[in-house]
Every structure is written in structure tokens, then in C-alpha cells.
């Protein structure tokens, strides 16, 4: 079958690709997983990968034949998205939430319009993870049904974001996010920032801060260092810990700035926060739309594990998680 086939309604023909675990949860692929995607994950099929050249990214110019079933970690097969349209009506109760992610090739509003009407009518809570787009463009999504909106800032600062190559401006992202905000509604636009891409761990909480300050929210990651793509500086756990706290506050509508300083390293804890022990411990869950867990996206399961995928798995290392918060003087506050 030829990538792509417009005649087909509603693009059933079309190929997407699907990251590996999602395919196990719809009962396409057998493996074995340490835990189960609760978001199917979906990504724009180009054979040529993404137009775009971010240094960090396996769909990107930069990882040209390399990874081009890749990003981050996962494999990403290519599938006809009737095959997966079927799946997801069978397997409705097993999925949390369907992400759509676009790249940059021809076309590529049109065809994810066409997909987007398609996946809404499985009644499945939808996201969609986009660059920058006219306002036309984001009401369409959200009269379509798409629930979420899912931006991928990446680059904590403006000089990073051209240090890493992103395809627009970084002010221009930002102004996405507010357009995003007005359109989908506060809390419903979820930003996508990489950890160690070379900012510093204020430079990230400043973005976060920017963020929440105009409505909309931070899914974090961790940059991945992945073959045959440049290098960058990466974080530490005790950093990526104390971004992750940072990041529970602004939840709570608290500044992490007053009990945080993140001028220190690794940042120190400056006193508790007025959350039960059990909530600080979600920090450490993977962010993002709710149902969204990534599993091992950014690690391997042999660990660290920065982003937990489960709550069981969060449990289970209660006391491994409290040692590393003890690093940042905040072991105290799990209790
Ligand atoms: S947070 Fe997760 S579900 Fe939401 S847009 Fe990002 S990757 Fe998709």
C-alpha cells in the first residue's frame, strides 16, 4: 500500500505511526512491557521523518536514516489507521487518552484534520501535540472534539531553543500557548519542556513559572541522548527531582520558588510545603494530560527511572524515592 491514500474517508487507508507499547495495549503487537502504556500514542507518518531539525529529536533531519522508526527510546511502526481505528474501538476501555503528534511535511494540517475527526469518533478522550498554527486551525481541533493540547516548547529559554534548532521562535511558541489557552481553556494546554538540553535549573523553572502564568501546563521530560545525534548536557536525577517538585507546586498553585532555591547545587529544599506526604510523592509520576504515563519513553525500565508510570511502581520505591528527595534536604516532606 502506498503511505498515503486521501480518497479513503476519514484517511483510514493513511499510515501512522504507533509507538510499540501502544500497539501491545491494542492487541496488535506481543511483548513484554514492566508497564503498560495508559495513553495510545500516535505519531504523523512521513518516510522522510519530520521537516523540522531539533538536535535532540530521532524524527528530525539531524537523525536523517538513522531512527527513522524512532523517537526518544520507542520504536514507532508505521500502520493504516482503519486497522487502528478498529483497535481502539475494541479496546476502548483499556485507553485512557489518544495523543496525536505532528510532524512538519506537506499537508501535514489537512491529513491530521482528517485524523483527528476520525479518532474523535471513538469517543476516546483525544490530544493533540502540535507546533504553532493559526487560530482557524485550533478551533477546528477543538470543534472536532480534541480535548487537549499538547505543545512542544522543549527548549527552556529563546537562545536554546535557537541553540537546538527548533523550527520557530520560542516567543513564537509561547504565543501558541496563549492562543491555545484562549481556545481549549485553562489547564487544557499542556507544554512539552526537555530537561538537559543546557539551561540552567532556574532557566527551567522560569519557563515553568512563564507557563503557568498564562493558563496552560508542563509535561516534563528528560533529554534522551540518543545515536547519531548531537550530544547535549543532560540533568541529573537530584536536578530532575527538585524540576519535578518545582513543577507539583506550580500544580498546587504555589511558587517553588519560596521553597526551593534553585540557585544551589543540586537546588536545596527551603522548608515544607502545605501537601500531604502522598501528594508529593505523584511528583514523580510522569506529567502531563491526565492518562498520559509514557512508559520508559525516557529511560530504560532497569532505571533510574525519572518519569514513574504507575502508582504501584511509584509505591513500591517510596523509600528509594525518599533517599533521593533526602539529596535536596526534602526527605520530610513524604512524611
Ligand atoms: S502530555 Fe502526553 S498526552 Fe498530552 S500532548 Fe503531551 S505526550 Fe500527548
Known amino acids: 500500500m502506498g503511505p498515503q491514500n486521501p480518497s479513503r474517508a476519514g484517511g483510514g487507508g493513511e499510515l501512522v505511526r504507533v509507538s510499540l507499547g501502544s500497539l501491545a495495549v491494542l492487541g496488535l503487537e506481543k511483548i513484554e512491557m514492566a508497564a503498560e502504556p495508559t495513553t495510545v500514542y500516535l505519531l504523523q507518518y512521513s518516510p ?6 531539533c538536535g535532540f529529536c530521532a524524527q528530525s533531519r539531524k537523525a536523517r536514516g538513522s531512527r527513522g522508526e524512532w523517537l526518544s527510546r520507542v520504536r514507532w511502526p508505521a500502520r493504516p489507521l482503519g486497522e487502528l481505528l478498529e483497535a481502539l474501538r475494541r479496546g476502548r476501555g483499556r485507553v485512557a487518552r489518544v495523543c496525536y503528534q505532528t510532524i512538519l511535511k506537506p499537508g501535514f494540517v489537512e491529513e491530521m484534520l482528517r485524523h483527528v475527526e476520525a479518532l474523535a469518533a ?3 478522550p483525544l490530544s493533540v501535540a502540535t507546533t504553532p498554527l493559526p487560530r482557524p486551525v485550533l478551533e477546528r481541533l477543538h470543534g472536532l472534539g480534541v480535548e ?15 541553540r537546538v534548532g527548533k523550527p520557530y521562535p520560542w516567543s513564537a511558541y509561547m504565543r501558541f500557548v496563549e492562543e491555545g489557552v484562549r481556545v481549549f481553556g485553562r489547564g487544557m494546554v499542556h507544554v512539552h519542556l526537555v530537561a538537559g538540553l543546557g539551561e540552567t535549573p532556574r532557566e527551567m523553572v522560569e519557563a515553568m513559572r512563564r507557563v503557568y502564568a498564562v493558563g496552560a501546563r508542563v509535561a516534563l521530560f528528560r533529554y534522551t541522548p540518543l545515536p547519531g545525534l548531537p550530544r547535549y548536557p543532560g540533568v541529573s536525577l537530584p536536578v530532575y ?9 506550580l500544580e498546587e498553585g504555589l511558587n ?3 521553597y526551593i532555591d534553585f540557585t544551589q547545587s543540586p537546588p536545596k529544599a527551603l522548608k515544607k510545603p502545605p501537601l500531604p506526604g502522598d501528594r508529593v510523592l505523584e511528583a514523580m509520576l510522569t506529567s502531563g494530560c491526565p492518562g498520559c504515563n509514557r512508559p520508559f519513553y525516557n529511560e530504560t525500565p532497569r532505571g533510574p527511572i525519572y518519569n514513574y508510570p504507575s502508582r504501584r511502581m511509584l509505591l513500591e520505591r517510596r523509600e528509594q524515592l525518599a533517599r533521593e528527595l533526602e539529596a535536596l534536604g526534602a526527605g520530610g516532606w513524604l512524611a
Open 256 to 258: 517553588p520558588l519560596d
Open 241 to 249: 527531582r527538585a524540576l519535578q517538585l518545582a513543577l507539583l507546586l
Open 148 to 162: 487537549r493540547l499538547g505543545v512542544g516548547l522543549d527548549a527552556a529559554t529563546p537562545a536554546l531553543a535557537r
Open 48 to 53: 522522510a521523518g519530520c521537516g523540522a531539525s
Open 122 to 124: 471513538t469517543g476516546i
